[in-house]
C-alpha cells in the first residue's frame, strides 16, 4: 500500500487515519474510516455523542491501536516509532485526566519536559522558561504551589493544557479542551490555540461540541456521524443546515457570525423543531 500524500504540495502529510477499523472489544465504532490532517491546520472533529470523535483522536495519538488499517505519523506507521519519537512529536491531552495524589500544579505541568530529558541532557534553565511559560499561558502560574486534586475542576483542566503546551510538539491534539470551563475560560482557551496555530504553526487538532466555536476557531471541519466523515473542509464550506440536520438531526438557519463572519448555527425555535401548537 503507498503512503498517502498531500494533494497539493506533493509532500507526505504528517497525520492521517488510513482505512481504520476502530472499536473497543467487540463493538466496532468506526470501520474503513480516512481522514487526513492538513499540516499547519487548526482542523477541528465536531459530530454528535457516541459517533467515533474521542476514538478517532485515540487512535491519531496511538493511544488505541486500529483493527484494520493504520496510523501514519510522517510517513510511517505510528506504531512501529518509539514511543520517545512519537511523544516528541505528538502531544495529546486526553478527555480524562487523573492527576498522581498530592502533586503539585508545577510537578504536573513540569511532566511535559519528560520526553526532552534524557541521559545527555537532564532538567535545564530553558525547560523551566517553557514550564513558566506554559503556566503563564493558560492562567495557572499562580497555582503553581498547590496540589492538582485540590483544584476545580476548570483549574485541573487549564493544568492539563498547560503540560501538553510544555511538551512543545508540532501536533498537538485536544479531546474536549473546553470541558468543566466556563464561558470566559473556553475562549480564552480557543484563543490559545488559535494563536499556537498562526503564530507557531503549530498543527492542533482537537474534539468540541460546540459547534459554533468549531466554525469560529477552525481551518478544517471534519463532521463525523456513525464513524463516518460526513463532510470535511473550510468551515465556510462545510456548515449548512442541510449538513447540521443530516448530521446532528438539527433543523437550524446558517448565518453570518457579526464578529468574525464565519458560518453561526441559529437552531430553529422549539415549535418549529418539534411541531408544537399552542
Known amino acids: 500500500m503507498n503512503e498517502r500524500t498531500g494533494t497539493r504540495s506533493g509532500h507526505v502529510q504528517r497525520l492521517i487515519a488510513e482505512d481504520v477499523t476502530l472499536g473497543y472489544d467487540q463493538r466496532v465504532i468506526a470501520e474503513n474510516l480516512s481522514v487526513e490532517i492538513p499540516d499547519h491546520s487548526f482542523t477541528v472533529i465536531v459530530g454528535p455523542n457516541a459517533c467515533g470523535k474521542s476514538t478517532l483522536l485515540r487512535a491519531l495519538s496511538r493511544m488505541l491501536k486500529p483493527a484494520a488499517g493504520r496510523v501514519l505519523l510522517d510517513g510511517r506507521a505510528i506504531s512501529s516509532l518509539p ?22 500544579v508545577a510537578d504536573l505541568v513540569a511532566r511535559g519536559r519528560y520526553p526532552h530529558q534524557g541521559l545527555l541532557r537532564q532538567w535545564s534553565a530553558q525547560d523551566e522558561r517553557i514550564v513558566l511559560e506554559s503556566m503563564a499561558a493558560t492562567g495557572v502560574a499562580e497555582l503553581a504551589g498547590r496540589a492538582v486534586d485540590e483544584l476545580s475542576g476548570g483549574q485541573r483542566q487549564r493544568v492539563w493544557i498547560a503540560m501538553a503546551l510544555a511538551q512543545q510538539t508540532p501536533l498537538l491534539l485536544l479531546d474536549e479542551p473546553t470541558t468543566y470551563l466556563d464561558i470566559q475560560h473556553q475562549l480564552d482557551v480557543l484563543d490559545l490555540c488559535a494563536e499556537l496555530h498562526e503564530n507557531q504553526g503549530r498543527t492542533l487538532v482537537a474534539v468540541l461540541h460546540d459547534l459554533n466555536h468549531a466554525a469560529r476557531y477552525a481551518t478544517h471541519l471534519v463532521a463525523l456521524r456513525a464513524g463516518r466523515v460526513v463532510a470535511e473542509g473550510p468551515p465556510a464550506e462545510v456548515v449548512t443546515a442541510e449538513l447540521v440536520e443530516e448530521v446532528f438531526g438539527v433543523r437550524c438557519r446558517i448565518i453570518d457570525d457579526p464578529e468574525t463572519g464565519t458560518p453561526l448555527v441559529v437552531p430553529a425555535a422549539r415549535r418549529a423543531r418539534t411541531g408544537a401548537t399552542v
Not at 514511543?83 to 503539585?104: E, F, N, R, Y
Open 83 to 104: 514511543a520517545k519519537k512519537v511523544a516528541k512529536t505528538l502531544g495529546l491531552l486526553p478527555q480524562s485526566s487523573v492527576a498522581p495524589d498530592g502533586i503539585t
